[in-house]
């Protein structure tokens, strides 16, 4: 859903936004809600900061043996210099003010992004080279999904355990 929500920016911009996925699907019990948001901006971003015709990745990995799912953002933009890694998630940090003119947005994509991803019990980590790109990257508690489909009577409905929301990535 969050890579079908920035579909329209990348047509824009020729760019390729591709889904991969890991290990099979997984329930993630998280807002499902949240979840979205958090990687949709990230995409949203990866996406003003890349030039035209390049890919920008989502890759959901299922690791079974730690019970969890890391969700990746990599695209293949400018990438953001040294100096600005520890500021880049504060809220309205732009790296370079001139080109806030021609990127748009308000600067709180990647703040809310992290507050997002950290009330989900994750921390959203960053890595990037000048030139070449940046990945974003947070890892999430899951409740592993069987590998096999699950068939469900016909009429039956499927609800997440009391206060919770849930998240199938299939």
Not at 2 to 25: F, L, S
Not at 31 to 39: E, H, I, K, P
Not at 95 to 121: F, H, N, P, W, Y
Not at 144 to 151: E, H, N, S
């Amino acid at each position: 859903d969050a890579a079908q929500q920035n579909a329209v920016q990348a047509e824009h911009k020729n760019i390729d936004i591709r889904v991969t996925h890991t290990g099979g699907p997984a329930l993630i019990m998280v807002d499902s809600r949240a979840l979205t948001t958090a990687v949709k901006n990230l995409i949203e971003n990866a996406i003003h900061y890349s030039p035209e015709g390049t890919t920008v990745t989502a890759d959901i990995a299922r690791h079974d043996a730690e019970g969890t799912v890391t969700i990746r953002v990599i695209d293949q933009g400018i990438g953001i210099p040294e100096q600005s890694l520890d500021r880049i998630f504060e809220r309205f940090y732009r790296v370079d003010l001139a080109r806030s003119r021609d990127t748009g947005g308000t600067g709180l994509g990647l703040m809310i992004s992290k507050q997002l991803v950290e009330l989900m019990g994750g921390t959203l980590s960053l890595s990037s080279t000048l030139g070449e790109g940046s990945d974003f990257s947070f890892t999430a508690q899951v409740s592993l999904a069987p590998t096999a489909p699950v068939a469900l009577p016909a009429h039956s409905e499927v609800s997440p355990p009391q206060g919770m929301h849930a998240l199938i990535i299939d």
